[in-house]
Each structure stands twice: as structure tokens, then as C-alpha cells.
């Protein structure tokens, strides 16, 4: 596993979650004294007074929760600065790594590989999108990755059909 994979495996584990099961916003957000809020504004993350805050679109599709809260979490625990005072292009730094980071906690490595994926590429994009309550588009960025880190030495064509 790569350092991103070990530290969300360790950050997991550490936190007692250990199934797909447990992979929800609350129970995430509970266990690490987060604030959860929603509101009718966009989603964000803040520190105030050294405890962490995640304040999630009311509004948006319910499958893009757990990717977003998964995205705003990577804020909270690996990054520093107000983004309204940091130059434009440390925020689009920072904002791809929240990406990744959304990637690999919503849809965490060492689950993945217990799952036994079908080997038909949509069928497992279907697969990861009701396991981990993520959108299409997101399953197949995180399956992406996943062949391309875990699956290489593998022969793809004969592993997936499309």
C-alpha cells in the first residue's frame, strides 16, 4: 500500500472501523469528535478553537455525501490555512489532494481488497457504487486507481471485460 492507503488503513483502524458497514458520516465524524452539520450552503470544513467542523450541502444527492464528507475530512486532518488567504494555486493544491484523499477513504484500499470484484469492469463500478454509497462517476475513478496501483501486474483483458 501506498503512505495515503497505510495512513487511512491506520486512521481506520484506530477508530474501530473495520467494515463497509460502518463507513458513514456520523459514525466517522462521532468517532473522531468531529461536528457534523448540514446546511443550504457549500460544503466546507473549519477548525475553530482546535475542534474540527464539516458543514455538508443539505442539498445535494444523497450518494454524493459520503465522497464529499470524505473530501472535506481530508481538510480537516491533513491540511493548514484559511483558503480565502491562501494564493489561488496552494488552493488547487490542496483541493486535488482532497480528492485523492475522498478516493481512498470512501472507498478504502484494504476493504477493497477483500472484495471479490466481478470481471466485468461496470459490474464492479456497480458493485463499489452500492457498497460504498459513491456516484458512478466517483466508483469508477476509485476502481481506475485500484487497477492501475494494486492490479498492474495483472493481465487486465483477461481480468476485466468492458
Request: charged share 20%; proline share 2%; hydrophobic share 40%.
Amino acid at each position: 500500500m501506498n503512505h495515503l492507503e497505510d495512513f487511512i488503513s491506520k486512521l481506520y483502524k484506530t477508530i474501530d472501523i473495520h467494515t463497509t458497514e460502518q463507513l458513514v458520516s456520523t459514525n466517522i465524524a462521532e468517532k473522531l469528535s468531529i461536528g457534523l452539520y448540514y446546511w443550504d450552503e457549500k460544503s466546507q470544513a473549519t477548525i475553530t478553537n482546535n475542534k474540527g467542523f464539516i458543514f455538508l450541502d443539505i442539498t445535494m444527492l444523497s450518494n454524493f455525501e459520503w465522497e464529499t464528507f470524505c473530501h472535506e475530512l481530508c481538510h480537516l486532518l491533513l491540511h493548514a490555512g484559511d483558503q480565502t488567504q491562501l494564493p489561488s494555486s496552494f488552493v488547487e493544491y490542496q483541493e486535488r489532494k482532497a480528492n485523492n484523499f475522498a478516493l481512498h477513504a470512501a472507498v478504502p484500499t484494504f476493504m477493497l481488497k477483500e472484495m471479490d470484484l466481478p470481471n466485468n469492469y461496470f459490474a464492479s463500478v456497480r458493485l463499489l457504487q452500492e457498497t460504498f454509497k459513491v456516484s458512478f462517476t466517483f466508483a469508477c475513478k476509485r476502481l481506475d486507481h485500484y487497477i492501475n496501483n494494486h492490479l498492474h501486474n495483472h493481465s487486465l483483458p483477461h481480468m476485466y471485460t468492458f
